[in-house]
Every structure is written in C-alpha cells, then in structure tokens.
C-alpha cells in the first residue's frame, strides 16, 4: 500500500492546522501590541519561557476549538485495511490517508489525538474553576473568620488531602460509587458554589445600590440554577446544560480532589493578607466581611492563584489521562488520550504511533501549562 514520506506528512498536517497558525498569530499581535494595557497577562509577553509555554497553550486550545475542520477522518470510524497503518499510508482507494497512522481498530490517529484535545479541553479547565470557586469561597472565609469554622474546613481538607489522590479517583469513577447517590449527591454540593460565590460577590459590591444588587443577584440565580439543575441533576429540559454519568462522575471527581489544596492555599494567602493595612482601612470605613474578603483580599491574591490555576489545568490534564489509562474516563470509545494511550500500549512493540502521538500531546499540554505558570510567576513577583 503507497504511503506518504515524512516531509510530506509534516507538510500535511500543517496545513490541517492552518486555522491554529493563524488564531494564535492574531492573540500574539494583539497582546503584543496592547500588552501594557492587559496587566498580569501583557507582561508575560516579557518572559520567554511564558511565551513559548502560552504559545503551546494556545495551539492547543484553538486545535481543540477548530476540530471538526482539521480532522481527516472520523475519529471513531473504521476502515478496512487500515488496521495498525503506519504514518502516511494511503486509504485503498488511494486518497486521504491516516497521516500519523491507524491504531489497533483501524481509526485514524491524527483524528483522534485532535478529538482528544477537545475532551480535554472541555473538562480540565471547567473542573479547575468549578475547584477554585469552591476553594476560594471556603478557603476566604476560613482564614479570614477563623475560630471553629476554620478548624472544622482545614480538619476535612486535611482529610481529603490525607487519602491518596490516584486511589480517592480510582474509587470516586468506580460504577458502583457512580450508580449510588454518593456522585449525585456531591455534584448537589459542589456544583452549588459558583452559585454562592457570585451571590455574595454582586451582594458584597452593591449592597449600597439596591437596584443594581437585585438585577445582578437575580440573572445569578436565574441562569445559574437553570445551569445548575442541568448539570447537577440532568434536569435542563432545554438539554443545553446536562452531562451524561461517565462524564459528571469524572467531573465531579475532579472537582472534588482539587477543591481542598486550592482551600488551603487560598487559606494560607487569607492569614497573611487579612493584616494589611488596607483591609484594616476597609474596617474602619465599616465595609461588611465578605467585601473586603471578595473585594479587597482576593484581588490581592490574583497572583499566586493564577498561577495555581494553570499548574492545576495541567496536573488535572495528567488525572484524566491516567483515568482514561485505566479504562476510567469518560467512555470506552472517547478519543481522549489516556484511553488512546492505553489501547495503544498492547502492540508498543510493534507498533508504537498509536500510543507515542497521545503520550506526546499529553505531554506538551502540560509541558505548556508549567511554561506558563513558570512565566505568570516570574512577572507576579516583579509586580
């Protein structure tokens, strides 16, 4: 069967992610341009190491977006004869071929590595902010308030931090925890929180302009709870916001694992913080707790929790993709990598693509992720 040489391979799949060179082009020049305007984040376009771990970032969140029109295949298609293909083999009539080869059910692995960046892509990130909005709500008022409160949120984070996270992942996506009210119960809770946050937040800043706190407090209760509904209980008869179990477990899990280390962290920055000068102004001004939690300390805090917020994109990145190794993730046929990666380690010997493109994609997204942070982290001291 004719096959295409690597140059030609290279070539081709360029061309497929014209669409990526060219949206990250266009963030490039933009930020560039305006950086001194874009605080935080204009000033990582000083570091190098922040550029290039941005610049993977990107690539592979625009591949993600862009998809559906840089697939060859469908990723869960098969086509006979192209069991095991090795990189650029021709399909048999001759045209559009399996440019980094066919794994063990004859799909095309470019497709999939592809399709695998969009499932990624969709759960680590959310779960991430889902996580930081129950860590910060909790961490805030824990440092800030002190007393029981305090010790009773550090004592279950503690708790949660105390079991080992692979096996706490391991139980959590099990389908005899997903078949039983723990799962259900859980999302109820968690996914509560961006709900309370946003409350308290538009409450906190516009508790001396009623009209405005009532008109913010109410588009959060009413897009949210439809959102809520959706998701926590598969409610949305809209089917706009739902997931389906493999899913909401996975996500649930994440969320679950992550939340008591970002508590801690913002905890720990809460401590310190609460005794600035600034927080001691708000107090004499008569400001209520949670504003100068929400609006005072937090702000101040943005640094180190950006920071964390991309390291944690990028451990959770690796979560997933030992849950999908493990059978675990969101289901059987998913073109994530962890998945791609396991049904490809059984012929590593033999053949090795199947396994080798999703383990490297894996590893460049967190290889990015930790450049960025390393970038955001560097620029945040300097400030």
């Given at each position: ?55 993977i970032v ?36 001759g ?26 892509l ?17 961490g ?28 706490l ?53 009413v ?7 959706g ?35 913002v ?62 993730g969101?289901?059987?046929e ?27 994609s ?11 942070a ?8 300097r400030?």
């Amino acid at each position: 069967m004719d096959s295409l040489g690597w140059g030609e391979i290279i070539v081709a799949m360029a061309l497929r992610f014209a669409p990526v060179w060219l949206a990250i082009g266009a963030v490039f020049v933009v930020s560039i341009r305006l950086r001194r305007r874009l605080g935080l984040y204009g000033k990582l376009f000083d570091s190098g190491s922040g550029m290039v771990g941005l610049g993977i970032v990107l690539f592979w969140v625009f591949t993600a977006l862009f998809a559906d029109i840089i697939i060859t295949h469908d990723p869960l298609g098969q086509v006979s004869g192209m069991k095991n293909a090795l990189p650029g083999t021709l399909m048999p009539d001759g045209t559009n071929p399996y440019l980094l080869g066919g794994d063990n059910l004859a799909r095309d692995v470019f497709s999939r590595m592809v399709m695998g960046a969009r499932r990624v892509l969709s759960i680590a990130p959310a779960a991430t902010a889902f996580a930081f909005m129950v860590g910060i709500t909790l961490g805030l008022a824990a440092g800030y308030r002190g007393g029981m409160f305090d010790i009773a949120q550090t004592f279950l984070a503690n708790l949660v931090l105390a079991f080992p996270v692979i096996l706490l992942f391991y139980l959590l996506v099990t389908p005899a925890i997903r078949d039983s009210w723990i799962v259900t119960t859980l999302a109820a809770v968690l996914f509560a929180f961006p709900i309370i946050f946003f409350v308290l937040l538009w409450n906190s800043r516009y508790h001396t302009d009623p009209r405005k706190r009532a008109l913010s407090i109410g588009l959060t209760l009413v897009v949210g709870g439809w959102a809520y509904s959706g998701l926590a209980f598969n409610a949305d008869p809209t089917g706009i916001f739902r997931m389906d179990p493999n899913l909401l477990n996975v996500f649930v899990s994440v969320v679950f694992v992550n939340a008591p280390t970002v508590f801690r962290i913002v905890r720990s920055l809460t401590l310190d913080l609460k005794t600035r000068e600034y927080v001691a102004a708000a107090q004499t001004r008569g400001e209520g707790a949670w504003y100068i939690m929400l609006w005072e300390i937090l702000p101040n805090a943005r640094g180190p929790l950006i920071v964390d917020f991309c390291l944690r994109i990028g451990y959770t990145t690796i979560l997933l993709g030992t849950l999908g190794f493990f059978g675990l993730g969101v289901s059987p046929e998913s073109p994530d990598w962890g998945s791609t990666i396991n049904e490809g380690r059984r012929l590593l010997a033999l053949f090795p693509h199947p396994a080798i493109v999703p383990a490297l994609s894996l590893m460049s997204l967190v290889l990015g992720l930790n450049l960025l942070a390393d970038g955001l982290r560097e620029e945040s001291l300097r400030d």
